[in-house]
């Protein structure tokens, strides 16, 4: 019994590594083992059962590797003489490369000595003014590589300055007019840093100008009127600062389309002529302590009006409504009185109206808070109940 227990399990061992037909061949030779058949016959079935096992076996392994993709063996082949090939020519080339120096390439510097070195003299004397030795990254200002090497400086291809970009990094101080005389500097970008004092009224000598971005900073008083004539300026960023005093009267900033001045201090009437410039879109003045009323007369290109927290009074204009861009409307935390206007109602841009905690008074129109994503008029302590 325990004879045939050995030969069933040695079937079993040559099965696994042989399959099924060297199986059955195997089973020859466990049925000539037991009659005691040790002659030729059963060598040369021994010999067969164990040559078709390794057969088998190869061919197990090459099944492995080419079951998905066909022949994944050859592909490798190929990849490998493929990879050889690259390599000797990436040697060859690094060698001739190697032959060949090469100088790095400068950034261009303006061609006409005067205007270089007129700016190279504001670039350091805004340097120096800004406490530049205690910046947090300062490289290469003050030296003789070109001023567009020097961090956070941008020239054009003549080697202009034309864009200034040194947010958080420790600038301290009063923002010097002398950047204006780098003619063609279309971005200030002084965010996040320690500036101080007032804005200087000479800023409207950067005529160029498209953005001015000063938030975050310790800036006080109040925003220099010539600011407000930029004829190139778009966006105008003071939030998160310490700004006080009312706001410019007169604006003409054909190309304005964003104003940010939250988070400050600044008081006065609400500058009819902002709302009405012709490419105006957004206006964050919320968080302040502006006082008057609204406005009626606004550009049709507005799409963002954020008042809140102020001192506003007097209505809510009818207008308001009827502008086909206004997204979103806030004039909550004020003191506004009067009924909500019915032209909201028609205002088909309009996705969010705030207008809680005012004294406004009457109802509200029907079917407004249905169609509109997010709707507030609570502490209103006159306003009707919806019904």
């Known amino acids: 019994m325990l004879r045939y227990i050995n030969d069933a399990n040695e079937l079993v061992r040559i099965r696994r590594w042989s399959g099924i037909e060297g199986g059955r061949m195997a089973r020859k030779y466990i049925d000539a083992k037991q009659m005691n058949r040790k002659d030729s016959a059963v060598l040369r079935l021994n010999g067969a059962a164990n040559r078709y096992a390794r057969l088998r076996r190869a061919s197990l392994a090459y099944r492995f590797f080419c079951t998905r993709d066909a022949c994944v063996p050859f592909r490798l082949h190929n990849i490998v003489i493929v990879l050889l090939l690259l390599g000797i020519f990436c040697m060859r080339a690094d060698t001739s490369l190697a032959q060949t120096p090469t100088t790095p390439k400068s950034l261009p510097e303006p061609t006409d000595k005067v205007v270089r070195d007129s700016e190279r003299r504001a670039m350091i004397e805004f340097y120096n003014a800004l406490g530049g030795p205690d910046w947090i990254e300062r490289d ?169 927290n102020n001192k506003l009074s007097g209505p809510v204009p009818e207008e308001l409504g009827k502008l086909t861009k206004l997204r979103d409307l806030r004039l909550n935390r004020n003191q506004l009185s009067g009924t909500i206007p019915a032209s909201f109602l028609g205002a088909t841009s309009l996705q969010v109206l705030r207008l809680d905690n005012n004294r406004l008074t009457g109802a509200i129109p029907a079917g407004l808070a249905k169609r509109l994503m997010v709707f507030d008029a609570s502490n209103n302590p006159g306003l009707e109940p919806t019904k």
């Open 140 to 308: 290469y200002w003050g030296s003789d590589r070109p001023v567009g090497e020097w961090h956070g400086v941008e020239t054009d291809a003549e080697g202009r300055v034309v864009r200034l970009t040194i947010y958080d990094n420790n600038l301290t101080g009063p923002l010097p007019p002398v950047i204006c005389k780098l003619e063609r500097l279309h971005t200030l970008h002084v965010s996040f840093n320690k500036i101080s004092g007032a804005l200087p009224d000479g800023l409207g000598q950067c005529r160029a100008l498209k953005n001015l971005w000063v938030k975050g900073n310790k800036i006080t008083g109040p925003l220099p009127d010539s600011v407000a004539l930029l004829p190139e300026l778009e966006y105008l960023d003071i939030h998160a600062n310490e700004m006080s005093g009312a706001l410019p009267t007169k604006w003409n900033t054909p190309k304005l389309k964003i104003v940010r001045a939250e988070d400050n201090h600044i008081s006065g009437d609400l500058p009819a002529q902002l709302l009405r410039q012709p490419s105006i879109e957004q206006v964050y003045i919320h968080n302040n302590e502006l006082t008057g009323s609204l406005p009626p007369q606004i550009s049709e290109t507005l799409s963002h009006l954020i008042l809140a």
